[in-house]
């Protein structure tokens, strides 16, 4: 690789890619976390009657998340990238293609779209680890109890991250996060049926 060039592993951690992957990995990741509250909640008050049915609920929803962030990521980043590309080139008055800023710019979306993915991901599969001792260790409502205090576990870390980086109280704002947790799972609760 030449001494111009840097890896795409080395972008990662920088302000070439870092600040918009890591807002699609916490944004997504939240929105994974509250699914999961979701699912699981939703499943016990159902009458869902073993935890590896609700981890199929879950999985099924972490699917459908994981491949919403990364193909809408990846073509909200990809139409971007042409623009951005296509204004450079008409000030430039040169062809781009092939070129490192085009390979700059094709290796943000992908960082971009595989960060989108994963942040759902965590998001919803960490919380469903409980459901695997459902029977052994947990009763379903143990399970479920657990599972919702993992993904508000997981919000107050998303918000104590973000805390760290703009210089806030990091417990207030992971407070804050987690505080979606709770009342997800409290509204799921009242709702009817």
């Known amino acids: 690789m030449a001494d111009d060039e840097t890896s795409l592993t080395d972008r990662v951690d920088t302000d070439m890619v870092g600040p918009i992957a890591r807002r699609y990995f916490v944004s997504n990741g939240f929105d994974g976390a509250l699914t999961g509250v979701g699912v699981?909640?939703?499943?016990?008050?159902?009458?869902?009657?073993?935890?590896?049915?609700?981890?199929?609920?879950?999985?099924?929803?972490?699917?459908?998340?994981?491949?919403?962030?990364?193909?809408?990521?990846w073509e909200i980043e990809r139409a971007e990238m042409r623009a951005e590309i296509q204004e450079t080139e008409e000030a430039m008055l040169a062809d781009l293609s092939d070129?490192?800023?085009?390979?700059?710019?094709?290796?943000?979306?992908?960082?971009?779209?595989?960060?989108?993915?994963?942040?759902?991901?965590?998001?919803?599969?960490?919380?469903?680890?409980?459901?695997?001792?459902?029977?052994t260790v947990f009763s379903l409502l143990q399970a479920t109890l657990v599972s919702v205090a993992m993904a508000v576990g997981i919000l107050f870390t998303f918000g104590a991250y973000m805390a760290s980086i703009s210089?806030?109280?990091?417990?207030?704002?992971?407070?804050?996060?987690?505080?979606?947790?709770?009342?997800?799972?409290?509204?799921?609760?009242?709702?009817?049926?």
Request: hydrophobic share 50%; charged share 10%.
């Open 167 to 193: 210089r806030q109280r990091w417990y207030v704002a992971g407070i804050r996060m987690g505080l979606a947790g709770v009342v997800v799972a409290v509204l799921n609760v009242f709702l009817p049926g």
């Open 40 to 73: 699981t909640v939703g499943a016990y008050l159902s009458g869902i009657s073993d935890g590896l049915t609700v981890i199929s609920l879950g999985l099924a929803a972490a699917v459908g998340l994981t491949t919403s962030g990364v193909w809408s990521v």
């Open 99 to 135: 070129t490192r800023i085009e390979r700059d710019k094709m290796s943000n979306q992908v960082v971009n779209a595989l960060m989108s993915g994963l942040g759902p991901l965590l998001g919803l599969i960490v919380p469903l680890v409980p459901f695997l001792f459902e029977g």
